[in-house]
């Protein structure tokens, strides 16, 4: 593992000024084009033209549902297996610190959403503590994307990144919750005793609960730790048919990814129309806050000693909303605050955006900064 | 065929918080609920995606003497109508086994 110490690693990032030059922006360019022009954000691209010219693709329910179990498992199973690698080979050396800065990302990014949103955008409490559990979460979706994206440009990623989604999924969630039920508990008694009703009890408790115990933390980490440990206490032959249905060489994988985005393209071309309702300021916020969110994750995963895939990987999952995890637990802790607002934001701007735009961009930070 | 003249309470709103409505609805003395998933489209605009649990409706029935009708409702108006995207009505029916449907 290389481990530069900060100042030393700083003197390879080139100044400020000579971020976007014409090479780079070549280079961007042409990343931009080699990731559009591929099957999984071409399926999303279908599923938006569908919805708004009403056309008629409609993935059955179940499957759906299938589909996203399947892709959760194998995230777990395969990460699971990779990471009981990873530990045979290096024991903890070079997992602790992606570890360390992940957490580390998951507690600041909801902070650093809620101040700007409540300071620049001048957001109400409760509104910019909702899209902050958006924001400060993850989209395992963004994630196998992502991780597809690295692989096909012949850099995969570090084995143990599933690690880190499962890491990244819930503090960031807790912690804007936490922040909105204070701040906004003084102005909610204040309500509450102008219209002489009690005040309502916080749900700030069952909605953590909820997270921690809803289905992707349950599948993925679950998945993790089955994957971990029969990989290493599993006879090889056993095991194999396990990870040949999970892995499949990767085809049933992005095959699922495939319909699943193409759901995800429907989904998301229905929301469009809320565009108009969230402000341009939400607009910028959903495409500014990931690119500077990937270039924390992208920058912090290099410093912890990640290669240029796991950077890449590490910077899209900091930068993506979750749209899964967080609506629930959002609705029930602060019930006043819009879910126009942080659903459109997190699935109609953030995750189009990450999946067109944002994974070629960390890979080129990954570059920029120096990730091999 | 003897039928007794009962209360048909039906609360349509986000997934959410309706199984705090059946359980709150059972507390004040329904004796029973009758949960379903929905799609439709109301003043809180269209609540079709299955994607986010957030955006998820159900339907939660129950079958009430007049007294706990009321108070299901007076519950549900006070709890939820300001914030969440939730609607209720009463209606009369006619049941057959009119004791199954009293608490207690």
Request: glycine share 10%; aromatic share 10%.
């Amino acid at each position: 593992m290389t481990t530069m110490p900060c100042l030393v690693l700083a003197g390879h990032i080139p100044a400020l000024p000579a971020v976007v030059s014409a090479e780079q922006l070549s280079r961007i360019l042409q990343s931009l084009e080699r990731n559009l022009l591929t099957p999984i954000p071409l399926c999303f691209l279908l599923g938006i033209i569908c919805t708004r010219i009403h056309g008629g693709i409609k993935i059955p329910k179940e499957l759906y549902l299938s589909i996203a179990i399947f892709l959760l498992m194998s995230i777990g199973f395969i990460g699971g297996h990779e990471l009981a690698h990873e530990y045979q080979m290096h024991g903890v050396a070079t997992i602790w610190k992606p570890a360390l800065v992940t957490l580390f990302l998951g507690c600041v990014t909801p902070i650093t959403s809620f101040l700007v949103l409540r300071y620049l955008g001048g957001l109400s409490v409760a509104d910019s503590a909702g899209i902050a559990a958006h924001y400060g979460s993850t989209s395992a979706v963004t994630y196998a994307v992502a991780n597809s994206f690295v692989e096909q440009t012949q850099h995969p990623a570090n084995s143990f990144l599933p690690t880190l989604v499962t890491i990244l999924e819930c503090p960031g969630i807790a912690i804007a919750l936490v922040l909105g039920a204070a701040l906004s508990a003084r102005e909610r008694a204040a309500r509450a005793a102008a219209v002489g009703q009690p005040v309502r009890e916080s749900k700030l408790g069952e909605a953590l609960y909820e997270v921690v115990t809803g289905q992707s933390i349950m599948l993925m980490a679950g998945l993790l730790v089955i994957g971990f440990v029969s990989t290493l206490f599993m006879d090889p032959k056993g095991f194999q048919p396990f990870f040949d249905f999970f892995q499949s060489k990767g085809m049933l994988f992005r095959g699922c990814l495939c319909i699943f985005l193409l759901e995800m393209g429907l989904v998301a071309g229905e929301r469009l129309s809320d565009l108009v309702r969230v402000g341009p300021f939400l607009v910028a916020f959903g495409i500014l806050m990931p690119l500077l969110h990937g270039f924390f994750g992208v920058y912090l995963g290099h410093l912890a000693g990640l290669n240029l895939g796991g950077c890449t990987v590490l910077g899209a999952i900091v930068a993506s909303a979750s749209y899964i995890a967080a609506p629930p637990a959002v609705r029930l802790t602060l019930p006043e605050a819009n879910p126009t607002l942080s659903i459109t934001a997190a699935l109609a701007i953030t995750f189009p955006f990450n999946i067109a735009f944002g994974i070629p961009i960390y890979f080129e930070m990954a570059k920029w900064i120096g990730a091999v | 065929m003897q039928l007794y003249a009962l209360k048909l309470v039906t609360v349509v709103g986000e997934t959410v918080v309706m199984e705090d409505i059946a359980k709150e609805g059972l507390k004040l003395g329904a004796s029973g609920y009758t949960l379903s998933e929905v799609v439709g489209q109301g003043s809180r605009s269209a609540r079709n995606v299955i994607v986010t649990g957030a955006s998820r409706t159900t339907k939660c029935e129950f079958v009430v003497p007049t007294d706990v009708a009321e108070k299901i409702l007076t519950y549900v108006s006070h709890t939820y109508f300001e914030h969440y995207a939730v609607i209720a009505w009463v209606a009369d029916v006619h049941v057959m086994r009119g004791a199954a449907y009293v608490a207690g």
